[in-house]
C-alpha cells in the first residue's frame, strides 16, 4: 500500500469535516424574507405606456424575431380610429419556454417592453397559466409603478424614437 492510498481518504474526511462545522448556510424563507437582487437583475416583463396611458408597443414583432426561445407572439395591426396608425392587436409571452435573456428588451426600437425584478408570480400549476397575455403585462408596468412611490418611469413620447437609451434593465 502506497502512502497516496491511506492518506486521500483521510484528506477526504477533513473536507467533509471542514464543511460540517463551517458556519451554517440559512435558507431564505421566501414569502417573509426576499433577496437582495442585483441591480440588473432580469425577471418578468413588463408593456410600458405613454403617460396619457396609451400603450408604448407598435407591434413591430422584433421582440419575437429576437426571441431565441421563440416564446414571444406579436400581432400587429392598423387601426386610425384610436389615433395611431399601429399596435399590438395581441401580445403574448410564454413564461413556460422563456429563458429571461433580455433580448426582446434590446430589440425594440421603442422602449415599450422592460424586465421587473418581480419573480415570485411565475409559480404555475399548469402550462396554460404560463402564457401572459398584453394585459397581464401591462399589470405588471402598473404595479411597478404603484410600488415605486416617487414619480413613475413613464416613457415619453419624444423618447420613444431615440436609441441609444435605457432598456429597462436596471
Not at 405613454?50 to 413591430?60: F, Q
Not at 425584478?117 to 404555475?124: A, D, F, P, R, Y
Request: glycine share 8%.
Amino acid at each position: 500500500m502506497s502512502l497516496e492510498t491511506i492518506l486521500g481518504p483521510i484528506r477526504g474526511l477533513g473536507v467533509t469535516l471542514r464543511t460540517m462545522l463551517a458556519e451554517p448556510k440559512v435558507t431564505v424563507q421566501f414569502p417573509e424574507e426576499r433577496l437582495n437582487l442585483t441591480p440588473r437583475y432580469r425577471g418578468m416583463h413588463e408593456l410600458r405606456l405613454y403617460e396619457d396611458g396609451s400603450e408604448v408597443c407598435v407591434g413591430c414583432s422584433l421582440c419575437a424575431a429576437a426571441c431565441p426561445a421563440d416564446c414571444i407572439f406579436v400581432e400587429g395591426a392598423e387601426e386610425e380610429d384610436e389615433g395611431r396608425e399601429r399596435y399590438a392587436r395581441q401580445y403574448m409571452i410564454n413564461y413556460a419556454r422563456c429563458i429571461f435573456c433580455g433580448y426582446c428588451v434590446e430589440a425594440c426600437p421603442v422602449d415599450a417592453i422592460g424586465m421587473t425584478k418581480v419573480m415570485q408570480e411565475l409559480t404555475m400549476t399548469n402550462r396554460w397559466t404560463a402564457v401572459w397575455d398584453k394585459d397581464a403585462l401591462i399589470e405588471n408596468f402598473k404595479r411597478r409603478v404603484a410600488e415605486e412611490g416617487e414619480e413613475p418611469k413613464y416613457v415619453l413620447k419624444s423618447q420613444s424614437m431615440m436609441a441609444p437609451h435605457n432598456r429597462g434593465l436596471d
